[in-house]
Nanobody, 121 residues
Framework: QVQLVESGGGLVQAGGSLRLSCAAS????????MGWFRQAPGKEREFVAA????????YYADSVKGRFTISRDNAKNTVYLQMNSLKPEDTAVYYC??????????????WGQGTQVTVSS
């Protein structure tokens, strides 16, 4: 069982930055790929970024490439999402998730409760 708790969301002006954190329970965190997803009001949940178990491979949605950076600290059981140059269209609830099999493009079977990010224009 994996429990994920996100933090770091909030209200920021366009052009600003936020750093999301996701703390994971369990001794096998370092063996999971991790991802960030988001869901805006009235829209389906969408992929944002993912990172392999070692941190050696990262993946990004085109909409955030060059602005967001995913990273992880396996010693702290934590994955991060640094978000720069935020835009109003980045407003959403952000979720972290763990893929216990299949790597970053595998099936994400554990999810956090989400953290709200609101970007004002």
């Amino acid at each position: 069982q994996v429990q994920l708790v996100e933090s770091g969301g909030g209200l920021v002006q366009a052009g600003g930055s936020l750093r999301l954190s996701c703390a994971a329970s369990g001794r096998t965190f370092s063996s999971y790929a991790m991802g960030w997803f988001r869901q805006a009001p009235g829209k389906e949940r969408e992929f944002v970024a993912a990172i392999s178990w070692s941190g050696g491979s990262t993946y990004y949605a085109d909409s955030v490439k060059g602005r967001f950076t995913i990273s992880r600290d396996n010693a702290k059981n934590t994955v991060y999402l640094q978000m720069n140059s935020l835009k109003p269209e980045d407003t959403a609830v952000y979720y972290c998730a763990a893929a216990t099999t299949g790597g970053p493009t595998g099936v994400y079977d554990y999810w956090g409760q989400g953290t709200q990010v609101t970007v004002s224009s």
